[in-house]
């Protein structure tokens, strides 16, 4: 019997339905669960148009400070501690994966780990070419032990940098934290929602809650992908293995932060975590 794999999202009316119906349908063929995590007035209007999965209602969101009913990074993640699944994921809900490879991947890669991996921006589905986003992710399979990792946050999906921090957390308490580098995570490209200022105004107050820049040049989202790329193993759907060239011996990396007799972050290079706010 092939294990269960469940994938949390959070469907949007306001979205175009076709293109999120067909990723979703991606995800089913491939074998994965789905559900959407959504408020009531959400669910109402997109469960008639996605009868294949469960929804599940949240009682909070954060409309009253951007607007909309994103849906929290903390939610999900309760959300999925629940599911009977040892590996769970969370994929943007506009995003179709295109390969097979992906499930028996995951089931060999994902046991105490977090894999991860870009989109690729195209014209249309049936496009032979198209353009991998490098500045930022948009899907995540993980062990479910991996949860624990995460201190409470304010991070939302929809929202830039709750992507950065769904790696980050992880990565600082020495999970392996490994990248998909093969091309199969497909989005047709549209018009972008936010604009770098908000992107900047939710870098500096939220993620640098968590993380502390220990210089002038870590304080930037540059140096934190760089930091990602850097720290993740490699892996591609074809021979289900990373890259040995570049194995990062991670919790060798990982220094211990002590004040006052209590641990109270760690660091890596120029970053200092904050286990607890």
Not at 4 to 28: N, Y
Not at 137 to 159: E, M, N, Q, R, W
Not at 190 to 213: A, C, D, G, M, T
Not at 252 to 268: A, D, F, L, N, T
Request: hydrophobic share 40%; glycine share 4%.
């Amino acid at each position: 019997m092939i294990q269960k794999m469940t994938i949390a999202t959070s469907l949007a009316p306001g979205k175009e339905i076709d293109i999120q119906r067909e990723a979703v349908s991606s995800w089913q063929k491939i074998g994965f669960t789905v559900i959407s995590v959504n408020c009531e007035e959400e669910i109402t209007i997109l469960k008639p148009h996605f009868p294949t999965i469960e929804f599940v209602r949240v009682f909070k969101d954060a409309r009253k400070q951007y607007g909309k009913p994103y849906v929290y990074f903390d939610d999900i993640m309760t959300v999925l501690l629940k599911q009977d699944c040892k590996v769970c994921g969370i994929v943007n809900s506009d995003i179709q994966l295109v390969k097979a490879e992906l499930y028996s991947l995951l089931l060999k890669e994902a046991v105490g780990s977090l894999i991860y991996g870009s989109r690729m921006d195209v014209e249309k589905l049936t496009s032979k070419g198209g353009e991998v986003v490098q500045e930022g992710f948009d899907y995540f399979f993980f062990d479910k032990s991996v949860i624990a990792t995460y201190p409470p946050s304010a991070f939302c999906l929809g929202l830039p940098c709750w992507d950065y921090w769904a790696i980050l957390a992880p990565l600082f308490s020495g999970i392996p934290v490994k990248k998909i580098m093969t091309p199969h995570a497909y989005h047709i490209r549209h018009k972008v929602n936010w604009n770098n200022e908000i992107s900047n105004q939710l870098f500096r107050y939220l993620l640098l809650r968590h993380i502390r820049p220990l210089s002038i040049e870590a304080a930037s989202p540059y140096y934190i992908l760089e930091f990602i790329e850097r720290y993740s193993r490699k892996l591609t759907l074809y021979d289900e293995d990373y890259d040995k060239e570049t194995r990062q011996e991670l919790v060798s990396q990982i220094k211990e932060v002590i004040i006052k007799g209590e641990i109270q972050g760690r660091i890596i290079d120029k970053l200092l975590f904050f286990r607890t706010i």
